[in-house]
Nanobody, 127 residues
Framework: QVQLVESGGGLVQAGDSLRLSCVAS????????MGWFRQAPGKERDLVAA????????YYADFAKGRFTISRDNAKNTVYLQMNSLKPEDTAVYSC????????????????????WGQGTQVTVSS
């Protein structure tokens, strides 16, 4: 399995921006489609965004469209989540996940389809 470590979370005010990073190690990063998930206390884990191996395909949850951008740099073994116009309801633990994929363009939108998970980074948005 690939090892994943997230960073970039923190406490911000509503309207602020954050960029989360997830660095992969242990396997060839470009072989994995990637996703960002989030889970708030007492709530289910939700997919935020996903990106294919080649970056040609992306997916965003409705709440993320227009505010969040997922990207990846295969040379740096890193996937990013740029989050703008943050709202208090975006408060959650954000985790990245990796799906070993033979297809350069496919993405996965269900958590169980992912093979490896990071520990997560806390994002707290105050009003």
């Amino acid at each position: 399995q690939v090892q994943l470590v997230e960073s970039g979370g923190g406490l911000v005010q509503a309207g602020d921006s954050l960029r989360l990073s997830c660095v992969a190690s242990g396997r060839t990063f470009s072989n994995y489609a990637m996703g960002w998930f989030r889970q708030a206390p007492g709530k289910e884990r939700d997919l935020v965004a996903a990106i294919s191996r080649s970056s040609v395909s992306t997916y965003y949850a409705d709440f993320a469209k227009g505010r969040f951008t997922i990207s990846r740099d295969n040379a740096k073994n890193t996937v990013y989540l740029q989050m703008n116009s943050l709202k208090p309801e975006d408060t959650a633990v954000y985790s990245c996940a990796a799906d070993f994929s033979a297809d350069w363009t496919s993405i996965k939108i269900r958590g169980p389809e992912y093979d490896s998970w990071g520990q997560g980074t806390q994002v707290t948005v105050s009003s």
